[in-house]
Each structure stands twice: as structure tokens, then as C-alpha cells.
């Protein structure tokens, strides 16, 4: 599976139908495999790294601390789920 790639700019700086194509482009990449690479959208690779950094000090902590950020099984889907509480068959 390959990745689509997808120019933000097309979003950002039109209107109309272009716009509207690209925000179909993005939809249509996240429904169908869940990635895509988003190009020219102006974050920096800075910004990437203290995200990352974040990213990793919070599975860090211990899962005390994580747990006080759960998400509440409620829309919307925001906060912490810990291992093996998500499964990909609907029957569970």
C-alpha cells in the first residue's frame, strides 16, 4: 500500500472547488487506509520533534498518571485508552 500524497497548499490558498477536492483528498485517504503524506502544510520540523518529544515523555509516565487523562468513552474521541481495551473486530 502506498501512501497518497497530498499538497495542502490546495487547501489553503483556494476556494471552491479546488478546496473542497482537497479536503475530498484528505478525507478519502484517512476512510480508505488512515495515512497519507500532507505536503507544504507549514509545519516545521521543529514543531515535529517537540511533538514527538511530548509524545514520548507522555507514554513515559507511569500508567497512573496516563489513566487520569482516559478517554471517557464518549464523542469526542480525545484522552488515553490503554493496551488491549481496542480491537479491530466489531464483534467485541
Known amino acids: 500500500m502506498t501512501a497518497p500524497q497530498i499538497d495542502?497548499?490546495?487547501?489553503?490558498?483556494?476556494a471552491g472547488e479546488r478546496?473542497?477536492?482537497?479536503?475530498?483528498a484528505i478525507g478519502q485517504a484517512a476512510h480508505t487506509s488512515?495515512?497519507?503524506y500532507l505536503t507544504h502544510s507549514a509545519i516545521t520540523e521543529e514543531r515535529v520533534q517537540r511533538?514527538?518529544?511530548a509524545s514520548?515523555?507522555?507514554f513515559e509516565l507511569p500508567e497512573a498518571s496516563k489513566?487520569?487523562?482516559r478517554w471517557n468513552g464518549k464523542?469526542?474521541?480525545m484522552g488515553y485508552v490503554p493496551r488491549e481495551r481496542e480491537s479491530l473486530d466489531r464483534s467485541e
Open 8 to 14: 495542502f497548499r490546495e487547501f489553503q490558498e483556494s
Open 19 to 24: 478546496r473542497l477536492r482537497a479536503a475530498q
Open 34 to 36: 488512515g495515512f497519507f
Open 51 to 53: 511533538m514527538l518529544a
Open 56 to 58: 514520548r515523555a507522555f
Open 67 to 69: 489513566l487520569e487523562r
Open 75 to 77: 464523542p469526542p474521541v
